[in-house]
């Protein structure tokens, strides 16, 4: 979706009457626009992101994820215009930022956090790449996985060899996510894994995951432990990863997680082996990535949602 004053009527446009609408967010910052670290929108401004807020539940019925699982498990109808507002990956703005618009409207929300990221208040393997980038002199770099080389002396060069390393990665069963992005930054001259300052990187810390837990509005889920692509994983693999996610917000915040969120989220990035692992842990509700509405009865881990940051 574009970020600009058409937004709150882009995600009124997607309501639906007898559909149920779940809205995907990452971040909300206070400064709107923030160059290459910013160039997908994941992270939209606050303001716009409470005039949404506020134009959607005037309109809609906002339902808690337990609540969604409810109405799947049930096969009831939804509430008309029904949606429901979701964050992955656990930045602290969620809280500091998004959550006070929330609670001015009384509309609920549901984090999913990579265990990882809060553990060493870390940045996934993208926005360890994106910082690379915008911070490198480099003027223009062949990678090893391809034959083309790429310009990176102004932004919209940057942008492009940003938009090939997300295709590659993503599409590559056999890559390393992290290990993948350890190299790069190296390549393009930062370091492989800098802390997550700044309103764009810095993630909840343990003591902010079980505050808010225990809020009448927020719903903590999973989101794995380091961030990969699941259906990519090894048997041994998928079980260490989803074992450490759930070990940790057990032991660190009281959380044993109904819901959780698949990392990537498009079609390729689960599968029944992924589903039946998270079942087996107690999970029962996983949205994916994959942009639409849901009907009544929707299998509560096969849920659309909308990207909107």
Same mark, same amino acid.
């Given at each position: 979706?574009?970020?600009?004053?058409?937004?709150?009527?882009?995600?009124?446009? !997607?309501?639906?009457?007898?559909?149920?609408?779940?809205?995907?967010?990452?971040? =909300?910052?206070? #400064?709107?626009?923030?160059?290459?670290?910013?160039?997908?929108?994941?992270?939209?401004?606050?303001? *716009?992101?409470?005039?949404?807020?506020?134009?959607?539940?005037?309109? &809609?019925?906002?339902?808690?994820?337990?609540?969604? *699982?409810?109405?799947?498990?049930?096969?009831?109808?939804?509430?008309?215009?029904?949606?429901? %507002?979701?964050?992955?990956?656990?930045?602290?703005?969620?809280?500091?930022?998004?959550?006070? @618009?929330?609670?001015?409207?009384? =509309?609920?929300?549901? @984090?999913?956090?990579?265990?990882?990221?809060?553990?060493?208040?870390?940045?996934?393997? %993208?926005?360890?790449?994106?910082?690379?980038? $915008?911070?490198?002199?480099?003027?223009?770099?062949?990678?090893?996985?391809?034959?083309?080389?790429? *310009?990176?002396?102004?932004?919209?060069?940057?942008?492009?060899?940003?938009?090939?390393?997300?295709?590659?990665? #993503?599409?590559?069963?056999?890559?390393?996510?992290?290990?993948?992005?350890?190299?790069?930054?190296?390549?393009?001259?930062?370091?492989?894994?800098?802390?997550?300052?700044?309103?764009?990187? !810095?993630?909840?810390?343990?003591?902010?995951? !079980?505050?808010?837990? *225990?809020?009448?509005?927020?719903? @903590?889920?999973?989101?794995?432990?380091?961030?990969?692509?699941?259906?990519?994983?090894?048997?041994?693999?998928?079980?260490? $990863?989803?074992?450490?996610?759930?070990?940790?917000?057990?032991?660190?915040?009281?959380?044993?997680?109904?819901?959780?969120?698949?990392?990537?989220?498009?079609?390729?990035?689960?599968?029944?082996? =992924? %589903?039946?692992?998270?079942?087996?842990? &107690?999970?029962?509700?996983?949205?994916?990535? @994959?942009?639409?509405?849901?009907?009544?009865?929707?299998?509560?881990?096969?849920?659309?949602?909308?990207?909107?940051?």
């Amino acid at each position: 979706m574009k970020h600009d004053d058409s937004l709150p009527d882009q995600m009124a446009g !997607r309501l639906n009457q007898s559909e149920l609408v779940i809205f995907l967010f990452h971040g =909300v910052v206070a #400064k709107p626009n923030q160059g290459i670290r910013n160039y997908t929108g994941k992270h939209i401004a606050r303001e *716009l992101f409470a005039r949404c807020i506020e134009q959607i539940s005037l309109l &809609g019925n906002a339902l808690s994820m337990d609540e969604v *699982l409810y109405y799947c498990e049930t096969r009831t109808p939804f509430p008309p215009n029904a949606f429901a %507002i979701t964050f992955d990956d656990g930045f602290e703005n969620n809280l500091s930022v998004a959550a006070p @618009i929330l609670g001015d409207f009384h =509309v609920p929300a549901t @984090i999913y956090v990579a265990t990882e990221l809060v553990e060493t208040n870390g940045m996934s393997w %993208i926005d360890r790449i994106e910082h690379a980038v $915008e911070q490198s002199h480099k003027q223009a770099l062949t990678p090893p996985w391809s034959d083309e080389r790429y *310009l990176l002396s102004d932004a919209s060069g940057k942008i492009r060899f940003l938009q090939a390393v997300r295709k590659y990665v #993503k599409s590559n069963p056999d890559c390393n996510a992290n290990v993948f992005a350890d190299n790069l930054c190296v390549e393009l001259g930062a370091g492989p894994r800098p802390k997550a300052e700044g309103e764009l990187d !810095r993630k909840m810390s343990w003591e902010q995951v !079980r505050t808010a837990a *225990l809020s009448e509005l927020l719903t @903590i889920g999973g989101h794995s432990h380091t961030h990969p692509i699941l259906s990519f994983l090894s048997t041994k693999q998928l079980e260490h $990863e989803l074992d450490t996610c759930f070990g940790l917000l057990e032991a660190k915040a009281s959380i044993d997680p109904t819901h959780f969120s698949y990392p990537e989220g498009l079609a390729h990035c689960y599968s029944e082996d =992924v %589903i039946q692992a998270l079942k087996k842990r &107690g999970v029962r509700c996983c949205p994916t990535a @994959i942009d639409g509405r849901n009907v009544i009865g929707s299998d509560p881990f096969h849920l659309k949602r909308v990207m909107v940051g």
